[in-house]
């Protein structure tokens, strides 16, 4: 299997978490013969400190872009 994920880690816990996830996701890619595209955006409050809205038009592009959404908390 080959995917893009794109990677939205969002606030608080979300940061502790998803990349943590993301090297489950890549240890079950190698095991397995997967492939694993992984891009990562601006979401919630670190997206309203850079770009003044909690979900900046990009990164909902590149959400749609992708084959799935890895998702911390917002």
Do not use: N, W
């Amino acid at each position: 299997m080959k995917a893009k994920i794109v990677v939205l880690a969002g606030d608080g816990v979300g940061r502790e978490i998803v990349p943590e996830a993301v090297k489950v996701l890549k240890v079950i890619a190698e095991k397995y013969g997967h492939s694993f595209e992984f891009t990562s955006a601006d979401i919630g409050g670190q997206a309203i400190d850079k770009f003044g809205v909690p979900l900046p038009k990009d990164t909902l592009a590149l959400a749609k872009q992708s084959d799935a959404v890895l998702l911390g908390a917002v």
